[in-house]
């Protein structure tokens, strides 16, 4: 057992992280395809390495250490908003105790119900047309701190004491979601409801809404944890033998489980709705944040003591939105806690001040106008979402290994590789979603296939030097296949070693599939056009979504994709700038390659690599 083994800590039991793990994850395709892969390479990097993504990614080059810092930064920017979310939670809480709240009134509509929550709760009856923020809404402001000193204290003791708090905050929700699906499968009109869940099937959408596509993915990408530095952070509190696969299966199916479940709980609510006010499901106007909190409230304030059932629900919601905020949190902890210069502090001091900057980022959405920074954020993350995505898996399967196959193949064959793989890509992409005409879905194909056959063919010609070279060495299987699947399969295999079984269609999808899907489903979003929420006729969601302004609301949302951009192309370009990222020696796992003890390598302006001292202090911590 290394020493980083024996000082880091674990988890108190394998439940313990299963709980933490679906509480922060709380479409059959995505998951399968491309979610649990992902989640399979993140738990299985951080059980290897014991560490977080700074540490994981770049181990693979010291270059790529901007991937890790852009997933946690993702998660970051995400838990300033998610953060109040629960405090409106909070707030409607204690307000269903007063005597303006209508939750206990008997003929409250979902109409009045969302109504009173979005004027009242989150203060959005003082916004004038042009929809800027106004005001401050101070019991947000109030209930916003004290969610962030609650996510601190579920931190600040460690990841033993988080474990054990997600028995209640996980655990609680589940039983309380049975409850309310057994109340609402029984209530007049559920058949209707739950007809609409699962008994009416509209595949017209994934044509007629192409965006639909990207943001079922990014949305399992949400759901399970992913791409958010949670997942490695996660991993690398377990024993480096766990085995990884059958955890990331467990947490997947999980989260999925609990998602389709609730869904049965929300759809019956809907069809007892529908029922009350006399009209068909598919025409109530709810969908997103309104389908909580414009049904639930109504239907159980129908019902004898329903208002205790209503302040049951604000409970779930409260406890599921700490359990995922503590768990966002937790990664950028981790890649905190494991760098030289910040090592030498006490989680909770860590926490604390991780805590308290993301109070002060949240702020903004504690105005009158929060909803509507909330609603564009949140649609830019998700491009966000897909872009660490791509990082994720395109280090894996293409940047791991990468130095030795130009050694072993030059960097003609190599590189020609890359650009039949994603050129082929953009050029497809390029078609598809940049030419108005009516062939252009063929086009695109036509142009994917023949331009993957040109970079093969310029690869094919390199790699016939490679076996002039070394006559009888080499046939064109066995050189092409150590070419496509040589630097994957070492990694498979490197991670087999210490965390179990990695079957070898995993291999295949890191490499062959996944990064060129989520590179397609990027572009698509960000040329779709179709949507329900106000974005401009004609034009793409990309910069008018939802039809608010440009100032403050898309110039935000920019900033969002724009800021983990630059976090991984900065690391691309002067690799030194994460210099005090970088792990100090007894955090590293054996073949960190970039890392001795008490020393780092930096690069200087010709690429030569050289040795620089580190602060004694930073190698004592």
């Given at each position: 057992?290394?020493?980083?083994?024996k000082t880091?800590?674990?988890?108190?039991?394998?439940?313990?992280?299963?709980?933490t793990?679906?509480?922060?994850?709380?479409d059959?395709m995505a998951?399968?395809?491309?979610?649990?892969?992902?989640?399979?390479?993140?738990?299985?990097?951080?059980?290897?390495?014991?560490?977080?993504?700074?540490?994981v990614?770049?181990?693979?080059?010291?270059?790529?250490?901007?991937?890790?810092?852009s997933?946690?930064?993702?998660?970051?920017?995400?838990?300033?908003?998610?953060?109040?979310?629960?405090?409106?939670?909070?707030?409607?809480f204690?307000?269903?105790?007063?005597?303006?709240?209508p939750?206990?009134?008997?003929?409250?509509?979902?109409?009045?119900?969302?109504?009173?929550?979005?004027?009242?709760?989150?203060?959005?009856?003082?916004?004038k047309?042009?929809?800027?923020?106004?005001r401050m809404?101070?019991?947000?402001?109030?209930?916003s701190?004290?969610?962030?000193?609650?996510?601190?204290?579920?931190?600040?003791?460690?990841?033993?004491?988080?474990?054990?708090?997600?028995?209640?905050?996980?655990?609680?929700?589940i039983?309380?979601?049975?409850?309310?699906?057994?109340?609402?499968?029984?209530?007049?009109?559920?058949?209707?409801?739950?007809k609409?869940?699962?008994?009416?099937?509209?595949?017209?959408?994934?044509?007629?809404?192409?965006?639909?596509?990207?943001?079922?993915?990014?949305?399992?990408?949400?759901?399970?944890?992913?791409t958010?530095?949670i997942?490695?952070?996660?991993?690398?509190?377990n024993?480096?033998?766990?085995?990884?696969?059958l955890?990331?299966?467990?947490?997947?199916?999980?989260?999925s489980?609990?998602?389709?479940?609730?869904?049965?709980a929300?759809?019956?609510?809907?069809?007892?709705l529908?029922?009350?006010?006399?009209?068909?499901?598919?025409?109530?106007?709810?969908a997103?944040?309104?389908?909580?909190?414009?049904t639930?409230?109504?239907?159980?304030?129908?019902l004898?003591?329903?208002?205790?059932?209503?302040?049951?629900?604000?409970?779930?919601?409260?406890?599921?939105?700490i359990?995922?905020?503590?768990?966002?949190?937790?990664?950028c902890?981790?890649?905190?806690?494991?760098?030289?210069?910040?090592s030498?502090?006490?989680?909770?001091?860590?926490?604390?001040?991780?805590?308290?900057?993301?109070?002060?980022?949240?702020?903004?959405?504690?105005?009158?106008?929060?909803?509507?920074?909330?609603?564009?954020v949140?649609?830019?993350?998700?491009?966000?979402?897909?872009?660490?995505?791509?990082?994720?898996?395109?280090?894996?399967?293409?940047?791991?290994?990468?130095?030795?196959?130009?050694?072993?193949?030059?960097?003609?064959?190599?590189?020609?590789?890359?650009a039949?793989?994603?050129?082929?890509?953009?050029v497809?992409?390029?078609?598809?979603?940049?030419?108005?005409?009516?062939?252009?879905?063929?086009?695109?194909?036509?142009?994917?296939?023949?331009?993957?056959?040109?970079?093969?063919?310029?690869?094919g010609?390199f790699?016939?030097?490679?076996?002039?070279?070394?006559?009888?060495?080499?046939?064109?299987?066995?050189?092409?296949?150590?070419?496509?699947?040589?630097?994957?399969?070492?990694?498979?295999?490197?991670?087999?070693?210490?965390?179990?079984?990695?079957?070898?269609?995993?291999a295949?999808?890191?490499k062959?599939?996944?990064?060129h899907i989520?590179?397609?489903?990027?572009?698509?979003?960000?040329?779709?056009e179709?949507?329900?929420?106000?974005a401009?006729?004609?034009?793409?969601r990309?910069?008018n979504?939802?039809?608010?302004?440009?100032?403050?609301?898309?110039?935000?949302?920019?900033?969002v994709?724009?800021?983990a951009?630059f976090?991984?192309?900065l690391?691309?370009?002067?690799?030194n700038?994460y210099n005090?990222?970088?792990?100090?020696?007894?955090?590293?796992?054996?073949?960190?390659?970039?890392?001795v003890?008490?020393?780092?390598?930096?690069?200087?302006?010709?690429?030569?690599?050289e040795e620089?001292?580190?602060d004694?202090?930073?190698?004592?911590?």
């Amino acid at each position: 057992m290394t020493e980083v083994e024996k000082t880091r800590e674990r988890w108190s039991s394998k439940t313990a992280f299963y709980f933490t793990a679906v509480g922060a994850a709380v479409d059959l395709m995505a998951l399968f395809v491309i979610g649990i892969p992902l989640l399979i390479l993140e738990i299985s990097l951080g059980q290897y390495y014991q560490t977080g993504d700074v540490g994981v990614f770049g181990s693979f080059h010291r270059r790529w250490r901007g991937v890790g810092l852009s997933s946690v930064a993702c998660a970051y920017m995400v838990v300033t908003y998610y953060s109040v979310l629960i405090a409106w939670v909070i707030h409607a809480f204690f307000d269903s105790f007063g005597d303006d709240a209508p939750w206990a009134n008997e003929d409250v509509t979902g109409a009045a119900a969302i109504t009173y929550f979005l004027e009242e709760i989150i203060g959005t009856k003082t916004l004038k047309d042009d929809g800027l923020p106004t005001r401050m809404i101070g019991p947000n402001v109030g209930f916003s701190f004290l969610t962030w000193f609650i996510i601190w204290g579920c931190l600040a003791g460690g990841t033993k004491w988080t474990g054990r708090i997600t028995y209640f905050t996980m655990g609680f929700p589940i039983v309380l979601l049975f409850l309310f699906l057994g109340r609402a499968i029984s209530l007049d009109g559920s058949e209707d409801g739950i007809k609409e869940y699962i008994g009416i099937w509209d595949m017209s959408v994934l044509t007629d809404r192409p965006d639909c596509w990207s943001t079922a993915v990014s949305q399992i990408f949400f759901s399970i944890g992913v791409t958010f530095g949670i997942m490695t952070a996660f991993g690398s509190y377990n024993e480096r033998n766990e085995p990884a696969v059958l955890h990331s299966c467990v947490i997947a199916i999980a989260n999925s489980s609990f998602s389709f479940i609730t869904g049965f709980a929300v759809f019956a609510a809907m069809g007892h709705l529908a029922k009350l006010e006399g009209v068909a499901v598919k025409d109530l106007d709810f969908a997103g944040f309104s389908l909580v909190f414009g049904t639930w409230p109504v239907v159980f304030g129908t019902l004898p003591g329903g208002i205790h059932m209503v302040r049951l629900l604000f409970l779930d919601l409260f406890l599921l939105g700490i359990d995922s905020g503590f768990g966002l949190l937790e990664g950028c902890l981790t890649a905190a806690a494991d760098t030289v210069y910040l090592s030498k502090y006490s989680k909770a001091q860590l926490a604390g001040i991780i805590c308290f900057t993301g109070f002060a980022f949240s702020l903004i959405y504690c105005t009158d106008a929060g909803l509507n920074f909330l609603d564009a954020v949140d649609f830019y993350i998700n491009f966000v979402l897909l872009l660490v995505g791509f990082f994720e898996t395109f280090a894996a399967g293409w940047i791991y290994g990468l130095e030795e196959q130009v050694q072993e193949f030059g960097a003609g064959a190599v590189y020609s590789y890359f650009a039949a793989n994603f050129g082929s890509v953009l050029v497809a992409c390029g078609l598809w979603f940049g030419v108005a005409v009516d062939q252009a879905l063929w086009a695109g194909f036509l142009g994917l296939i023949l331009c993957y056959a040109a970079g093969i063919g310029l690869t094919g010609f390199f790699l016939i030097q490679k076996m002039n070279e070394e006559p009888g060495e080499w046939t064109w299987f066995s050189i092409f296949y150590k070419l496509g699947f040589g630097n994957i399969m070492d990694l498979r295999d490197k991670l087999s070693s210490q965390i179990g079984y990695l079957p070898k269609i995993w291999a295949f999808l890191m490499k062959q599939i996944i990064p060129h899907i989520i590179l397609i489903l990027f572009i698509n979003l960000a040329r779709s056009e179709y949507g329900d929420d106000g974005a401009v006729p004609g034009k793409p969601r990309f910069g008018n979504y939802g039809g608010y302004a440009s100032w403050p609301y898309q110039i935000l949302g920019y900033g969002v994709v724009i800021f983990a951009f630059f976090l991984f192309l900065l690391g691309l370009v002067a690799p030194n700038a994460y210099n005090g990222l970088t792990l100090i020696d007894e955090k590293t796992i054996m073949d960190e390659p970039d890392t001795v003890k008490g020393k780092d390598l930096y690069e200087d302006d010709n690429g030569m690599k050289e040795e620089k001292v580190l602060d004694e202090s930073a190698v004592e911590a």
